[in-house]
């Protein structure tokens, strides 16, 4: 049956060049294997690059690769001056830690301090881009907070427990990891009268909602429909994975290394000096382990969407729970 499937999968490979035409179904579970023969040991880059297409033993898969950070980031830092350094640390204003909102809009509200050297978040007019903020409900994907003198509004958000995690990121989403850069606190929604039948945007984009329900606010905050969710059961002293990147959509010049960045908490990786390891695998493929903290680029992708898995596991392999959020599967969209 396995063998039988396999070569409907050459014959498919054959028919279509392009692998995109076989999409969406092959990304997310190709040819029927669940992408965890290969999990421990590994090697870091198996795949010839030239190897993309043809039919051997691993032709199911799209050929990715790890490469180092890009130029064009390279030459951003350059330009930042000092920034890159900086040690940025945020401060839950509003909602604090167990408060409890009665009301489906939640006002969130940050102080940044630490030693800054010139960081600030702040959205370019011309280039759209900046410094911002990365804020999480519960295990959603992210989202850009860039003016933090107006506030962000997390709308419609569903009844019950919830947790927030924020952290300061990069114009190009990489985010600051020293101590104090990164705050999570848990609230309770009560008699919100979330509508959880509305249609949410998807994690597609950024799309900012102009609509301001206060009107006595000289300028709207930002702020983002949220899809119905709820909190982990979260120990904060547990060893904690936040996902942060890859996002949204990918064109063009920016599909060409995408960057996987994530947030730890109480946890150590093997090549920091600690016990534990991320593991991560693009669109159920073979899985890779990321072993110091800090983001990789991965270049290989092909138009389409894909999924990436990130996980915290041990030295064997085992995945650290901690109220689900430590295996996180998201979607992106690739346009080149
Ligand atoms: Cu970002």
């Keep these: 049956m396995k063998t039988a499937k396999f070569f409907i999968l050459l014959i498919a490979l054959a028919v279509f060049p392009a692998c995109s035409a076989i999409e969406p179904s092959h990304n997310m579970n190709p040819g029927g294997h669940t992408g965890e023969k290969n999990i ?5 880059n198996p795949h010839d690059p030239e190897d993309k297409h043809t039919t051997d033993n691993h ?22 001056g000092e920034q890159d350094t900086a040690n940025p640390t945020l401060k839950f ?44 409900l519960d295990n959603q ?22 947790t927030l995690r924020v952290f300061p990121s990069r114009p190009w989403h990489e985010s600051y990891k020293n101590n104090g850069a990164f705050q999570m606190i848990r609230f309770a929604v009560k008699n919100g009268g979330a509508d959880a039948t509305k249609p949410v945007t998807t994690n597609s984009g950024q799309q900012m909602s102009n609509v301001n329900a206060n009107a006595n606010t000289s300028a709207a905050p930002e702020g ?13 002293n547990k060893p904690l994975l936040t996902y942060s990147r890859p996002k949204g959509e990918y064109k063009s010049a ?39 903290w800090q983001p990789i680029w991965e270049s290989g992708w092909v138009d389409g969407k894909h999924s ?11 995945l650290i729970d901690n109220g689900g959020y430590n295996s996180t599967t998201r979607e992106i969209t690739v346009t080149r």
């Excluded at 421990?40 to 870091?44: E, H, L, T």
């Excluded at 949220?226 to 059961?233: E, V």
């Excluded at 990130?310 to 064997?316: H, R």
């Design 40 to 44: 421990r040991d590994a090697p870091v």
């Design 59 to 80: 032709s199911a898969e799209h050929s990715f690769s790890e490469i180092e950070r890009p130029q064009k980031i390279k030459d951003m830092m350059a330009s930042r």
């Design 93 to 136: 204003i509003e909602p604090t830690d167990s408060a409890t909102v009665n009301g489906s809009t939640i006002k969130v509200r940050l102080e940044l301090g630490g030693d800054l050297k010139g960081y600030k978040p702040m959205k370019d007019p011309q280039t759209q881009m900046g410094n911002h903020i990365h804020i999480i």
């Design 141 to 162: 994907p992210y989202e850009a907070h860039y003016n933090l003198d107006t506030g962000f509004e997390l709308r419609n958000v569903a009844d019950g427990e919830h």
């Design 224 to 236: 983002k429909e949220m899809a119905n969710s709820k909190a982990g059961a979260i120990d904060m």
């Design 254 to 292: 920016d599909a060409e290394a995408v960057m996987i960045d994530f947030w730890l908490s109480n946890a150590k990786l093997a090549d920091d000096g600690g016990e534990y390891r991320v593991r991560y695998s693009v669109d159920n493929g073979e899985a890779k382990f990321i072993d110091k």
């Design 308 to 318: 990436i898995k990130l996980e915290l596991v041990d030295k064997n392999g085992n």
